[in-house]
């Protein structure tokens, strides 16, 4: 059933939508009660509200849960081990060196909350393998998009995207979405009879966070909005 606000009051409702948002978490450890598919499909239903270029849509998602879940994982994991990742890297080289610096203390917080050695390269393959069984969570997502679309429209699929995230937040499930599925579009796109146009774009974990794990310890600091936004023309 869809939440009500009628009754609510602006501040009210602004109290429930920001502490959602700051509430979602990257998940990487959950519990593996399963979700109704019926959860699942309110979820998308109120991210396919999402605002898109001349509202074209472009998202598509492939929700894959039990054995397809399984079977899907379990290829991706061997293709993982046999380096079969096809996508460029995610990132520019060299990145500029903001991102860099965050690069850094990402991978400080995220291996530290695990003490995983920064320079202990298999204990770090071991955890990003973990990506491919959706970190143990119940259900995964496969975000594609049609191929011919330029960057404009996977601004829609983001905003989509984020849209699912805070949907599934505010029913008190967990999320992490992963362009690590980005890599493997080969191994995933005949298992999903994705059509030849089709991309796969990222893929996300969802289902219940195992909140005790010390993976899931690992808080991520964001720039204030005085870093990052310029004010201009306002009276104070
Ligand atoms: C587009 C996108 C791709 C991401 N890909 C991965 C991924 O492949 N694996 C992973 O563990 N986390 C991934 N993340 C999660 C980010 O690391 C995380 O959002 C960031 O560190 C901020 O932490 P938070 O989401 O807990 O606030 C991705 C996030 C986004 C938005």
């Not at 396919?48 to 397809?68: D, E, F, L, T």
């Not at 259900?139 to 995207?161: C, E, M, Q, T, Y």
């Amino acid at each position: 059933m869809a939440p009500t606000t009628s009754d609510w009051s602006p501040q009210d409702i602004a109290r429930c939508v920001s502490s959602v948002m700051r509430a979602r978490r990257s998940v990487r450890a959950f519990k593996p009660q399963p979700l109704p598919r019926e959860l699942v499909q309110e979820i998308l239903e109120d991210a396919a509200c999402a605002p898109s270029g001349a509202n074209i849509q472009p998202w598509r998602v492939h929700v894959v849960s039990g054995a397809v879940k399984d079977e899907l994982a379990s290829a991706l994991v061997d293709a993982f081990r046999a380096g079969k990742a096809t996508a460029p890297t995610h990132f520019p080289a060299p990145l500029p060196a903001l991102f860099h610096a965050r690069l850094l203390d990402f991978g400080a917080r995220y291996y530290g909350s695990l003490g995983i050695d920064r320079d202990d390269a298999p204990a770090r393959m071991r955890q990003t393998e973990r990506n491919f069984s959706f970190f143990g969570a119940p259900v995964g997502l496969i975000f594609s998009i049609d191929r011919r679309l330029k960057p404009h429209s996977w601004i829609d699929l983001g905003l989509f995207a984020q849209s699912v995230m805070i949907a599934a937040k505010a029913r008190g499930l967990d999320t992490c979405p992963q362009v690590a599925f980005a890599q493997f579009h080969d191994t995933i796109a005949p298992r999903l009879h994705m059509p030849p146009e089709e991309i796969t774009a990222f893929g996300m974990s969802m289902g219940h966070g195992d909140s005790a794990a010390p993976v899931n310890q690992a808080g991520m600091p964001r720039e204030r909005a005085d870093g990052f936004a310029r004010f201009l023309g306002f009276a104070h």
